[in-house]
């Protein structure tokens, strides 16, 4: 819901957050006796303008130590504005970090009690709101009876999710915590999220996964060095962000030499060695950038020292995440054709018009025995090279796809 | 009361009993600890004190009645002391909670000066029965016992509320609020009485806040003389330290969430 015409709820105006630095301790009394300042002041946040209305829900995004947890603080109201104008109406709900406030020696019910009454919840509404806290964490009395220190890391952040969100806050701010427990669990988390959505409550929040906050926010911000980069629309602000990352990401790809690239110790007195591994493009041999969907061909030397031994050759390509692209290796197909032979042997693959999309990607290579399982041989992320590409889709890889459009449909 | 206030009634019963709770649990013999400490303590003074060094009160001219004297004073000042030097270090110690949970702050210290009081009130009842045993219990201290109460509880509340607060900003105050209340003890007739001190230098003892504290605590309970000195330099201090230290605390809570 967006309703431009509404008075911000959240009204940030050249907000900062400064810390003051000072080189030794005692630096701190000498200012304070001599009024002399001697320190330098770090921004954690400096210069921010927001606006957030009501039934909003608004995003943060950024690097960590971006300011984002900082600024959340300053509008749950845990810390105070150094310099700007911050002005908060209405109650608010804030969910900084999980668990805090919990004691480990304390029973699962005496914390979420706490926690109740930490959150403005009072005598008379307490029964409902435990018993709506089990229910959402899915706790049994019996666990609940239970010091907090023998539950599972789930299980104590379920119950500590559980306890900070079964308020009724017209502002809920969230700090990283949508992510916790397992699938089923974040589910709920989320679903609780849409339902103050749709209650008409103002929802701030702050999180790494860009996903969710694509699929939640309305508009949002994307915080960098303790400033706002971009506002606006989410989709608008995220891609930024996602380019911006990317594009840091991107470090010059150096290329490893086969006899620098970290090889198994068996290498040398394996049975069969890897020789060489090349890269041929249409524009030469081992290019350090490759423009997607060329013609692209792996070329793979071995020796094998061993006339009777059968073995196999694979490679994997790797993104510098070491997120495997693709892999393959001579065992897959069936049946399986074992090279064997004692001296030189080369192995090629060819990739017509490689669709790989923009980034960078190295090669690992595989000699393995003739049951696909002992590596004889190996040499893992060589061969850095980066795809450069022009068209517009994105990702990791091209998909082949076709575009359907059907004119009058359910009309 | 309004529903902020009663929230924050609710929150204050529940720190308070975390408070206590934790502070013993996980030892095997819990509470027992919490007794044993200053029973070793009175003891161990009133060993030292009413044998080694031969001291008696006058006022009190009667067989132990250093014994009674002695704990009419240490009683409310293992309470203050204890509950001072934790509410300095109150806030201080939930930097990182009160940095992610909102929260009133003015419970922390709150609760540190309350649980200090509840060996208090637990030796008090044992003390009172050793005073009806002694045929030494005053009609009066009936009346007396909870007005001193709430005059303490005032007093060390502002005090410690202003201490957790400056300590914050001077970390210092964590190590040196233990240190000066130690020597406080021995500039307090506790283990004597004023009467010990030469005449001359009594008048210094109306500047000791704890002092005026503990000796109309020593008259309450006992029924001595007290001078009217004292008690007016008692109702003084408990203005300057009791509400003065809240609203200093009041003035400087702002500055807390600009130093986390």
């Not at chain 1, 304390?106 to 919840?121: H, P």
């Not at chain 1, 054709?337 to 980034?359: A, N």
């Not at chain 1, 990607?361 to 399982?373: K, Q």
């Not at chain 2, 005026?212 to 309970?221: G, N, R």
Request: hydrophobic content about 50%.
């Amino acid at each position: 819901m967006n309703r431009p015409f509404e008075a911000p709820v959240i009204r940030l105006e050249g907000v900062g957050k400064g810390y003051r630095v000072y080189e030794r301790p005692l630096d701190r009394l000498r200012e304070a006796l001599t009024r002399r300042p001697v320190h330098r002041t770090h921004w954690a946040l400096r210069d921010v303008s927001l606006d957030i209305r009501p039934g909003e829900t608004f995003g943060l995004v950024g690097e960590n130590g971006a300011g984002k947890s900082t600024l959340l603080k300053l509008v749950a109201g845990t810390l105070r504005a150094t310099e700007g104008e911050l002005s908060v109406h209405g109650r608010v709900a804030a969910l900084l970090e999980l668990g805090a406030g919990f004691h480990p020696e304390e029973t699962g019910r005496d914390n979420v009690m706490l926690m109740g009454a930490m959150n403005g919840v009072l005598a008379a509404d307490m029964a409902t709101y435990y018993a709506g806290v089990a229910e959402f964490a899915e706790l049994s009395e019996e666990v609940l009876r239970r010091p907090v220190k023998t539950y599972s890391s789930g299980m104590f952040m379920r119950l500590a999710f559980a306890a900070a969100t079964a308020v009724d806050p017209d502002i809920l701010v969230i700090d990283e915590a949508l992510s916790v427990g397992d699938l089923h669990f974040q589910k709920k988390s989320l679903d609780r999220i849409m339902r103050f959505r749709e209650a008409g409550k103002t929802v701030l929040f702050c999180s790494h996964n860009l996903y969710q906050v694509r699929s939640l926010c309305s508009r949002a911000a994307w915080i960098d060095g303790g400033r706002v980069r971009e506002v606006g629309d989410t989709e608008h602000v995220v891609t930024a962000f996602e380019a911006y990352e990317r594009a840091k990401d991107a470090v010059e790809p150096q290329a490893p030499s086969l006899d620098a690239a970290p090889r198994r110790d068996a290498g040398s007195l394996s049975p069969v060695r890897l020789v060489d591994v090349r890269l041929e493009t249409g524009d030469g041999i081992n290019p350090a950038f490759i423009d997607a969907f060329q013609t692209v061909r792996l070329v793979i030397d071995v020796e094998s020292f061993e006339a009777q031994r059968p073995f196999h050759v694979g490679f994997a390509i790797t993104r510098n995440d070491h997120e495997n692209v693709f892999g393959s290796s001579t065992h897959f197909p069936r049946p399986d054709q074992p090279l064997m032979g004692l001296g030189p042997h080369r192995v090629s693959v060819r990739f017509p018009e490689l669709p790989l999309l923009s980034g960078d990607y190295r090669l690992s290579i595989y000699v393995l025995d003739d049951t696909g399982l002992q590596v004889l041989d190996a040499a893992e992320g060589i061969r850095a090279f980066r795809i450069h590409q022009r068209r517009r889709e994105f990702g990791l890889v091209y998909l082949p796809h076709v575009w359907e459009s059907e004119n009058g449909h359910g009309a | 009361m309004s529903a902020i206030s009663r929230a924050n009634a609710q929150l204050f019963l529940l720190w308070l009993k975390r408070d206590v709770k934790s502070r013993y649990a996980g030892s095997s013999m819990g509470l027992l600890w919490a007794v044993l400490g200053p029973v070793l303590t009175i003891v161990l003074f009133y060993v030292l004190f009413a044998f080694v060094f031969q001291v008696r009160v006058p006022e009190l001219a009667r067989e132990q009645g250093y014994f009674y004297y002695l704990l009419a004073g240490i009683l409310p000042w293992l309470a203050l002391s204890e509950g001072l030097s934790r509410a300095t270090n109150a806030l201080v110690a939930h930097e990182q909670f009160l940095q992610k949970q909102v929260f009133t702050v003015g419970i922390l210290p709150g609760t540190a000066v309350v649980a200090g009081l509840l060996p208090q009130l637990f030796g008090s009842v044992l003390y009172f029965i050793l005073l009806a045993w002694a045929d030494l219990l005053q009609v009066t201290t009936w009346l007396w016992f909870p007005l001193m109460l709430a005059v303490q509880l005032l007093f060390t509340l502002g005090l410690g509320m202003a201490l957790s607060i400056l300590a914050v900003h001077v970390r210092d105050l964590v190590h040196a609020v233990p240190l000066v209340l130690q020597f406080l003890f021995y500039a307090t007739p506790i283990l004597y009485p004023l009467s010990m001190v030469a005449e001359e230098y009594r008048f210094l003892f109306l500047f000791n806040p704890f002092a005026c504290l503990i000796m109309s605590w020593q008259a309450a309970l006992l029924g001595l003389p007290l001078d009217s000195s004292v008690l007016v330099a008692l109702g003084l201090w408990t203005l300057l330290l009791g509400a003065g230290g809240y609203a200093l605390f009041r003035v400087l809570k702002p500055t807390l969430g600009e130093a986390l």
